[in-house]
């Protein structure tokens, strides 16, 4: 079923949003998950799961930043569009570069 019947060029943008959103959120908690880990083993161990973690964390970290630049620079023709289409395109191409920046901020405050 689609969302709130919009077209077709319109529900794909509408899922790719959201699973953009949702990587991103899922941060969080494998941020969470790491540190718990890492605070947990020995001090020899601590150097090399703190390398892991990093890596993986990062390594969702880019490709969440790839993914919130593509819904940015999305090729939508927006001219062909009514009006509430063209107006929830120009709010969605933004909301998953302010989940990735307010994630990425939450995250530097709180470890």
Known sequence: MKALFLSDEINQFHCSMLKSVL??????????????VWQDLD????????????????AVA???FYHALNAIVSTLNI???????????????????LFLASMLSYLATQI
């Open 43 to 58: 001090a020899s161990s601590q150097i090399m799961m703190g390398f892991l973690g990093l890596s993986v964390f990062s």
């Open 62 to 64: 880019i490709i969440s």
């Open 23 to 36: 990587l991103i959120l899922s941060l969080l908690p494998m941020s969470r998950v790491l540190f718990n």
């Open 79 to 97: 001219e062909h569009l009514s009006k509430f289409d063209g107006i929830l395109v120009r709010v969605y191409r933004y909301m998953p570069m």
